[in-house]
């Protein structure tokens, strides 16, 4: 059992820290991107369309490893990572875990919904990877497709409110709260 003192001084992992900033950036990269670029009127020129929706879907796949490859360094270090500042009222202390545990969720599902929906399309053009081209396990249906990139864009929605929920509850702690125990910015940087 740690001490306060010990919650309050603990860092993430360095690994866990990089993964953590780098997949925020990659996730609001590609969020932003594909606002963008389904917004793009059919006038746009072929280009735009072909540097915008292959790079979506290779930082998607990078962005659903990245995810993997954190749940494993978790798991690695478990019995090392900072607990849950005590002084934390018992809603906060749920609503953190449920936020937490909801974004890991969802930046490993978004990307598989947005790989199944491209996988379905009858008419796609393949789910590149960096020069590899990943397979497409699914069969061409596009009303797999309809439903799939409904998954895809409605979790994709529901994973930035749930980022903006998590930074909100980082500023309150540090601002509101006037650090202390609950300032558990630290603990990323």
């Given at each position: 059992?740690?001490?306060?003192?010990?919650?309050?001084?603990?860092?993430?992992?360095?690994?866990?820290?990089?993964?953590?900033?780098?997949?925020?950036?990659?996730?609001?990269?590609?969020?932003?991107?594909?606002?963008?670029?389904?917004?793009?009127?059919?006038?746009?020129?072929?280009?735009?369309?072909?540097?915008?929706?292959?790079?979506?879907?290779?930082?998607?796949?990078?962005?659903?490893?990245?995810?993997?490859?954190?749940?494993?360094?978790?798991?690695?270090?478990?019995?090392?990572?900072?607990?849950?500042?005590?002084?934390?009222?018992?809603?906060?202390?749920?609503?953190?875990?449920?936020?937490?545990?909801?974004?890991?969720?969802?930046?490993?599902?978004?990307?598989?919904?947005?790989?199944?929906?491209?996988?379905?399309?009858?008419?796609?053009?393949?789910?590149?990877?960096?020069?590899?081209?990943?397979?497409?396990?699914?069969p061409k249906?596009?009303?797999?497709?309809?439903?799939?990139?409904?998954?895809?864009?409605?979790?994709?929605?529901?994973?930035?409110?749930?980022?903006?929920?998590?930074?909100?509850?980082?500023?309150?702690?540090?601002?509101?709260?006037?650090?202390?125990e609950t300032?558990?910015?630290?603990?990323?940087?």
């Amino acid at each position: 059992m740690h001490t306060q003192n010990e919650v309050a001084a603990a860092k993430y992992p360095m690994s866990m820290r990089l993964l953590h900033w780098f997949r925020a950036v990659l996730i609001l990269g590609l969020i932003w991107s594909g606002w963008y670029m389904t917004g793009l009127p059919e006038t746009t020129p072929m280009e735009t369309f072909d540097l915008f929706y292959p790079n979506h879907k290779q930082f998607g796949i990078v962005v659903w490893l990245l995810a993997l490859t954190h749940l494993v360094i978790r798991w690695n270090n478990r019995r090392i990572l900072p607990q849950t500042p005590q002084s934390l009222k018992p809603w906060e202390k749920t609503l953190s875990h449920v936020v937490h545990r909801s974004i890991m969720a969802l930046t490993i599902l978004t990307p598989m919904f947005g790989y199944a929906m491209s996988s379905s399309f009858t008419q796609s053009d393949g789910v590149p990877f960096f020069g590899l081209e990943v397979p497409e396990l699914l069969p061409k249906n596009d009303d797999a497709f309809a439903v799939y990139h409904e998954l895809h864009e409605y979790s994709a929605y529901v994973l930035l409110a749930l980022v903006v929920l998590h930074v909100a509850g980082a500023m309150k702690h540090r601002f509101h709260d006037k650090g202390g125990e609950t300032d558990v910015l630290p603990r990323m940087l």
